[in-house]
């Protein structure tokens, strides 16, 4: 079986490989497809395995798949899976106004496929050092997609994108070895001591002073990465200036790896501080990002800032859940995380179409799409539905363990909670009701969608609302049991 | 044989001296200074890694020093300054506050990174248990030079900087990463650099300048 999970990380690599050197042809978006589609196939024999026989390790104690990172493995290569299919129908027509050279696609395609092989590698490491160079490693292959347009906005996204995350992230590595330089006397001066399934166990012998310095630095560094305030001024740029695609896998997954290494770091620092100071911090960054975020969607004008704004609400959410730290609540951020990569990836693939029947992002010029062409007005109309957080769409479930857990151990954020909640639920509508309703601009055409992914993304959403699974229940269960008490 | 003690010794003198080149990449006006500097930098933090391996008799840092001095030393400032030749940018660094008050604030970084540094330096019992501290105050001076910085190759020189105290932190203070990681960083920073060069073309062809205040005006 060891070669299944080869596969896995092997498919992404390799096809990276091959894209570099052939990817100006019509075949190389198929092709992407189709690595995306395989790589997301062995994911699901992998998730099979788990399921029947618990944890894994590969590779020696190299890497291992859990609970906690396996569905996040199979959400990651299945969401890229559709990205990849609905870009395929979406890049072809940038090329066609010429927004986009051939040249410039082969670059797109291959940095497509080393992203999710940085993000697969992430999370199925076994090694704090390597989790950070993967996740440094996704970060750099989406800044040349950033600024694939070669717009001067494009460009001043990306290296706003690249000086930033470079900071964050030079800060999240100073985190990991000062906890190197606790755990190495524990553990010895090894790769050992940078093992995560080795510290859990050995989690209370660790310095609890280092340890907690060493988790403000991971938590500016990582947070960075999740796009928490103060430190999330490069996401909207990125995800308004970048291709949609990109946009779609940022919000969708890579904020979520992001908040995978920082809650794997939370539940070894809790094992060594015994207090909650980690997620009081935690909890704090949350609420304030949420709060943020949910004002300043109301002043948006481009569509694309609008919805990554709406991201960052629920980075915030989600981080804030964690923070929390009971097994309701870590269930609850669990939950969020599956439902918003899939419903937020699926609004990114209607808002690309939208933005491109509409031949503009500008929120102002975009008028009366579902009477346009009534598939993407009714995407944008439910999808949205769907994020603000209405029955019977999972996030709604979501958010409502979430209150829940809140009420239960802090009533007092609810204060804060939930008229963020509605202040963002109105941000929304407000853009909302003129795009999707009212007359079209002349000038404006029809263009082919695709809109598959989006309907699956959606009806997977709603299902997760109206009944999880038992199989994915009992994950959540064992992963927010794990990270409460850092054991599995 | 060389003592514990004077080995101690010659590690905070090291670390001195790192922290010494972090304040000179920061004072300098003149693009060909600092990139000098800057190698003097790399080529310290090869010799504390080889002083290290020496110290800690563990044969992997060895390859860190060289890699360190190979890409570090000679190799990103070279390129540096072939990009800042070929390109023809102003010579002058351009600071976006003046040298004498940035100085100042490095001072009061460095204060402060002792301060966060002392629970650390009560427990920890390594042989050189406050190059955390200095560590720290480098990672922050290269942020410093990035902020305060109106040219994008400065920026990225403050980017290195850092890089190269994060680097040091890991040599002095837990003699080095696995060899694992540490190649994998290195890897991380040699593409960081590739995607800098691909921007400064970029930049430069969109802006005509390398002056960044263009990318805030859009």
Redesign the interface.
């Known amino acids: 079986m060891m070669n299944l999970f080869s596969l896995l990380l092997g498919i992404p690599a390799l096809t990276c490989c091959a894209l570099a050197f052939l990817g100006k042809s019509r075949g190389a978006a198929r092709l992407n497809i189709a690595a995306s589609a395989a790589t997301f196939v062995v994911s699901l024999g992998l998730a099979w395995k788990v399921l029947m026989q618990g944890s894994q390790f590969f590779n020696g104690q190299a890497f291992f798949l859990d609970p906690y990172n396996i569905f996040l493995v199979t959400l990651t290569a299945f969401v890229a899976t559709n990205t990849a299919i609905f870009s395929a129908a979406y890049m072809s027509h940038e090329e066609q106004i010429g927004r986009v050279t051939s040249h410039n696609l082969r670059l797109y395609h291959a940095m497509f496929q080393l992203f999710v092989f940085g993000m697969l590698l992430a999370l199925t490491t076994n090694?704090l050092?390597?989790l950070?160079?993967a996740l440094?490693?996704a970060t750099?292959a989406t800044?040349?997609l950033v600024?694939l347009y070669?717009?001067?906005?494009a460009?001043?996204a990306?290296?706003?994108y690249?000086?930033l995350c470079?900071?964050g992230i030079?800060?999240a590595?100073?985190g990991t070895?000062?906890i190197?330089?606790?755990s190495?006397?524990v553990l010895g001066?090894?790769?050992e001591?940078?093992t995560w399934t080795l510290l859990y166990p050995k989690a209370d012998k660790l310095?609890p002073?280092?340890m907690t310095?060493a988790f403000v630095f991971l938590m500016v560094g990582y947070g960075t990465k999740v796009g928490l305030f103060p430190m999330h001024a490069w996401l909207p740029d990125a995800h308004g200036e970048g291709p949609t695609p990109i946009s779609a896998v940022l919000s969708g997954l890579l904020l979520n790896v992001a908040l995978y290494a920082l809650v794997r770091c939370k539940a070894l620092v809790d094992g060594a501080t015994h207090n909650h100071f980690a997620g009081h911090l935690m909890m704090g960054f949350g609420m304030l990002t949420l709060g943020m975020a949910a004002l300043s969607l109301h002043r948006q004008k481009d569509i694309k800032r609008l919805y990554s704004f709406s991201s960052i609400e629920h980075m915030g959410l989600m981080t804030f859940s964690f923070g929390i730290g009971t097994p309701l609540a870590n269930y609850a951020a669990l939950l969020h995380m599956t439902v918003h990569s899939l419903v937020k990836s699926g609004i990114f693939f209607t808002v690309g179409h939208a933005a491109q029947a509409m031949k503009t992002q500008s929120i102002a010029h975009i008028r009366g799409l579902i009477n346009l062409q009534p598939k993407i007005g009714l995407g944008l109309l439910l999808g949205t539905i769907a994020i603000a957080g209405f029955p019977p769409f999972g996030v709604f479930t979501s958010e409502f363990l979430l209150v829940t857990a809140a009420l239960e151990s802090y009533p007092w954020t609810i204060g804060v909670l939930l008229p963020s909640l509605v202040v963002a639920f109105a941000g929304l509508f407000r853009h909302l009701q003129p795009m999707v309703f009212g007359t079209y601009p002349k000038d404006v055409h029809v263009v082919p969608v695709n809109m598959l992914p989006v309907y699956i993304h959606l009806g997977l959403a709603l299902f997760l609302g109206l009944a999880i699974p038992g199989f994915l229940a009992n994950w959540f269960q064992i992963a927010a049991n794990f990270l409460h008490q850092g054991t599995l | 044989m060389i003592s514990h003690e004077f080995l101690k010794q010659l590690t905070s003198l090291a670390a001195a001296l790192f922290l010494l080149t972090a304040f000179a990449i920061l004072a300098q006006r003149h693009m060909r200074a600092l990139l000098g500097w800057f190698a003097i930098q790399g080529i310290l933090l090869a010799a504390t890694s080889a002083l290290v391996a020496f110290a800690a008799a563990s044969p992997e840092l060895y390859i860190s020093a060289l890699l360190a001095l190979l890409l570090k030393g000679f190799l990103m400032p070279w390129l540096l300054w072939r990009i800042v030749v070929h390109l023809g940018v102003n010579r002058e660094v351009e600071p976006l506050i003046n040298i004498f008050p940035t100085l100042l604030i490095a001072a009061v970084l460095v204060l402060f990174a002792y301060y966060i540094s002392l629970p650390i330096q009560k427990t920890s019992a390594l042989m050189t248990r406050n190059t955390i501290a200095i560590g720290l105050a480098c990672v922050l001076i290269g942020m410093l030079i990035m902020i305060t910085r109106r040219k994008a190759v400065t920026q990225v020189v403050g980017y290195l900087a850092m890089e190269n105290a994060l680097f040091f932190t890991a040599t002095a203070a837990t003699h080095g990463m696995p060899l694992v990681v540490e190649i994998g960083i290195a890897f991380d920073v040699l593409i960081a650099a590739l995607i800098f060069g691909l921007f400064f073309f970029q930049i430069r062809k969109t802006f005509d300048s390398l002056d960044l205040s263009h990318l805030e005006r859009k």
């Open positions: 090694n050092g390597v950070w160079i440094e490693l750099l800044v040349l600024a070669r717009t001067p906005a460009i001043s990306a290296w706003k690249f000086i470079g900071m030079a800060l590595l100073f070895i000062l190197f330089s606790t190495s006397e001066h090894s790769n001591a940078l310095n002073g280092v310095i």
